[in-house]
């Protein structure tokens, strides 16, 4: 734990290349530590602020290949999705988060939600709307909605000129989160009037 500990530290003060050390420590000392599966996420945090994306990526794969239905699978397929889009690997990080999100062993309901708001995310990067518009849709049926999924679908209606649907989107966003930090982008930006 004091390797984990100084791993952290090093990783606040912006030294990467040192927290890997501790990390990698950790993980060939004690390959069955208790917090292995938290070690082998820190190890791919602090690569990615090496800008060591391929061992970033590695590192997400062992959590998936050792404890793959668990919660830390779930958070480190989302990281690998997020990690493959900055690499410019769109469709590698398409394919991985489906087949996250339709596998029925994994229980993380909350990563797969992550997942299909990834997804959205994506495609909508990509000028795939009607898509991105059926993930976000696909993600409310499933695992409910938040705040930021009813204000992203209400501007994909926007973007798509589907004005009524991003109208009653937009309004049930403000009806349900009244305090929502971008009210007025959401009155603004598609007119609605509370």
């Given at each position: ?10 990783v ?33 945090v ?46 590698a ?56 999924v ?10 798509t000129?589907q ?8 309004q ?5 989160h ?13 007119g609605?009037?509370?």
């Amino acid at each position: 734990m004091v390797y984990f500990y100084m791993g952290s530290c090093y990783v606040a003060l912006k030294q990467p290349e040192k927290a890997v050390e501790f990390y990698q420590k950790i993980l060939s000392e004690n390959p069955d530590f208790e917090y292995a599966p938290a070690t082998w996420f820190a190890l791919a945090v602090a690569y990615r602020i090496a800008d060591e994306k391929t061992q970033s990526l590695n590192a997400l794969e062992q959590i998936v290949q050792r404890w793959p239905h668990s919660r830390w699978a779930g958070h480190a397929i989302c990281a690998r999705g997020t990690l493959l889009v900055e690499m410019g690997r769109e469709e590698a990080a398409v394919a991985e988060l489906n087949t996250f999100v339709e596998d029925e062993l994994s229980e993380t309901k909350y990563w797969k939600a992550i997942a299909l708001d990834t997804l959205a995310d994506i495609h909508a990067k990509q000028g795939e709307y009607e898509l991105a518009i059926d993930t976000l849709n696909q993600r409310r049926e499933r695992f409910g909605e938040n705040e930021e999924v009813l204000f992203q679908l209400a501007t994909l209606y926007d973007q798509t000129q589907q004005s009524v649907l991003a109208a009653a989107t937009a309004q049930e966003l403000l009806r349900k989160h009244p305090r929502y930090h971008n009210r007025v982008k959401v009155e603004k930006l598609l007119g609605v009037q509370q």
